[in-house]
Structure formats: C-alpha cells, structure tokens
C-alpha cells in the first residue's frame, strides 16, 4: 500500500477549515463575555439610588412612574444611558420637534403647540443623571410654545 501525498489544495483547504473554526470559536467566546459583561453594573446600588430620586423628581412633578422601579434602573443604568448620549444635539432636536406633530403622516403633517409636561421628564432624568448637559437642554425646549393641552 503507498500513501499519496496530499495536493496543495488538500491542505489549503484543510488551512481555511482550521482557520475557520478558530474565528468561529473567537466570535462565540466574544459574544459570551459580551453578554456577561452588558448586564452587570447596570443593576447596582447607585442605579438603584438615582432610579429612586428619579421616581420621587416624577412624583414632584405631577408625572406618572412605572411600577416597576427595575424598569428604570435597566434601562438609565447608573450614566442614564442614551438620554444623556447627546441630549441637545441636532438630530435630538429634530427627533424631538418630529414628535410633536399632530399625528398626520404625509401632506397634512404641522407641528402644534403642545403641554410643557411633556417635556419636563427628559428635563428630570438629564437633572439626576448628568446635570451637566441640563443647560444645553432647557436652552432648547425653551424655544418651543407651551399652553395647557394636557388635561389633569
């Protein structure tokens, strides 16, 4: 019985299978440890605390809070998430004056004058969050017209 040598593309072959797998193996590990690694520190003693002054700054307000206190300390965490990313840049303010709009999808579609509540609860979650950037906020919504729409 002889044995055959194997060809070139045998073993490139073979090489790209290998490498293959090791990327693949690479990746999951990643992603595992990426999994692991997003919830913790979301949950914690400080989230917990601004979650709670948040609620009670809501409260003050006259503002509804979820029941569920995790639902706020999931989602702001302890930096208050995406909130306080960019809160008075262009595109936040053009998401902003987006929403408030009369609800029309094409040719009737006008922006309204809406209630200042409305706007009072990024104002809160910016104040316990990260009060630096409350300023650039309120410069903006200031420029927006209130009046009372909102019945209590």
Known sequence: MTATTPTPADTESRTASRLNWLVAGVVIVLCVIGLITWNS?????????????????????GLRVPQDQDIIVKSL?????AVCDNPANALGKAVQNDMLTNGAD???????IVDRRLVVGEALILETYCPDKLAQYQDRINELKYDNTIKP
């Open 41 to 61: 520190g979301k949950n914690n003693a400080e989230a917990q605390q601004k979650a709670q002054q948040l609620t009670q700054k809501f409260e003050q307000a």
């Open 106 to 112: 094409f040719v009737g579609r006008r922006p309204v």
């Open 77 to 81: 965490g302890t930096d208050g998430g």
